[in-house]
């Protein structure tokens, strides 16, 4: 996925914050993927309108770290795989 991207959650699967498990889930009509909370954050960003460079500033700004580029995208590389988000 190149940084120019606008990644979204796929359709046929739903972002939840799930208070009984305290976490980010993705829903879909077989089940639940529990993620772990870098994934939720992540995930919670792609809604098809920010592309990665922006993901990537938002996560960097909320979390007052640097460097996050090259494991945002691993984490899209293979969310994109497993078919949970896709380029809007």
Known sequence: MAVESRPRVASGFRLQWEPAQ???VLLYPEGMI???RS???????????????????????AF??????????AFLAI????????VA
């Not at 994934?39 to 996560?59: F, K, M, N, P, Y």
């Not at 007052?64 to 995208?73: I, K, N």
């Open 22 to 24: 305290q976490c980010h």
């Open 79 to 86: 969310a994109q795989q497993q078919r949970w988000v896709e």
């Open 34 to 36: 529990k993620l772990n």
């Open 64 to 73: 007052h770290a640097t460097g996050l580029q090259d494991d945002v995208l």
């Open 39 to 61: 994934a939720g954050e992540i995930l919670s960003r792609c809604d098809g309108a920010s592309d990665v460079v922006t993901i990537v500033s938002q996560l960097e700004e």
